[in-house]
């Protein structure tokens, strides 16, 4: 109950700040609760702010949508790729037997999962939708390990606050805040509508991120990065999509 009311005032708090006194109070109050995005600064960024800061304190907990079998859309849009480079031809000659996501930085135990031994952190499944900042969208059945479950596996550290996760496909990489790191919907998918992911969607590791436009969920992962600061990665911006004019936080 007490934090619920204090959330409930802060946000108040930050849609009086942002009309009453202009963004940069509301700016303020978000930089005193760390409610501040990487892409925070520059033009766009007291918009970044408050969009983020107010769904941080209203939906932080909230599931995304899902749907049954009968709505999975038979066929899904998939975005054009670029010809994938050497090592993932390689990693796919051999079935990806020796494809590994290695997990690093804020954690007490750095180490390099097999796609098996993913599997064997426990697998779920999710019909969600994945939506394109493009305007198209598409109904389908992810199965994949919470990447919470991972995350227990290397120890993260209290200090944490993103993860960093990398494409075998440059340039592809993206962050995302704890909640969403943790978020019982955000699953590192192996398969996808009862079969294994096919290359063409990211197979044969991709991020679910559900509560978040399609860009955030990066194909083909190989590499994450547990940090409690973002500036060194890329140019400081959070992840690929800002450097292109897109938000880093991209919640929907
Ligand atoms: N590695 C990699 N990941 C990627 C992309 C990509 O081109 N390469 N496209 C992104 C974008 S912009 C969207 S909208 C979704 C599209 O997913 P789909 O191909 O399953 O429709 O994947 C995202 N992840
Ligand atoms: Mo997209």
Not at 26 to 40: E, F, H, S, T, V
Not at 128 to 140: F, L, N, Q, R, V
Not at 152 to 172: C, D, F, L, M, T
Request: one cysteine or more; aromatic letters at 10%.
């Amino acid at each position: 109950m007490k934090s619920l009311s204090r959330r409930k005032l802060l946000t108040a708090g930050l849609s009086v700040a942002a009309g009453a006194a202009g963004l940069a109070a509301a700016g303020k109050l978000a930089r005193r609760y760390n409610l501040i995005p990487p892409d925070g600064g520059g033009l766009y960024g007291p918009g970044e702010t408050l969009t983020y800061a107010a769904q941080r304190l209203i939906t932080r907990h909230s599931m995304a949508r899902e749907f049954s079998k009968s709505q999975i859309c038979e066929k899904p849009f998939r975005n054009e790729l670029a010809p994938m480079p050497d090592l993932y031809k390689q990693l796919q000659a051999n079935n990806f037997r020796d494809w590994k996501l290695s997990i690093g930085g804020l954690v007490s135990q750095p180490a390099a999962f097999s796609l098996s031994e993913i599997r064997a952190l426990g697998m779920k499944s999710q019909i969600t939708e994945i939506a394109c900042e493009e305007g198209w969208s598409y109904i389908a059945q992810w199965t994949g390990t919470p990447l919470s479950a991972v995350l227990n596996q290397v120890g993260v550290a209290p200090q944490a606050r993103y993860v960093v996760y990398q494409s075998i496909e440059k340039p592809w990489w993206e962050s995302i805040d704890m909640a969403d790191a943790l978020h019982p919907q955000t699953i590192l998918a192996q398969g996808m509508n009862d079969s294994d992911l096919p290359a063409g969607f990211g197979g044969p590791l991709r991020l679910r991120v559900p509560r978040q436009l399609g860009y955030k969920s990066v194909k083909f992962i190989s590499q994450m990065t547990v940090t409690d600061s973002l500036k060194s990665f890329g140019k400081g911006l959070g992840s690929a999509s800002p450097e292109a004019g897109y938000s880093w936080f991209a919640g929907i």
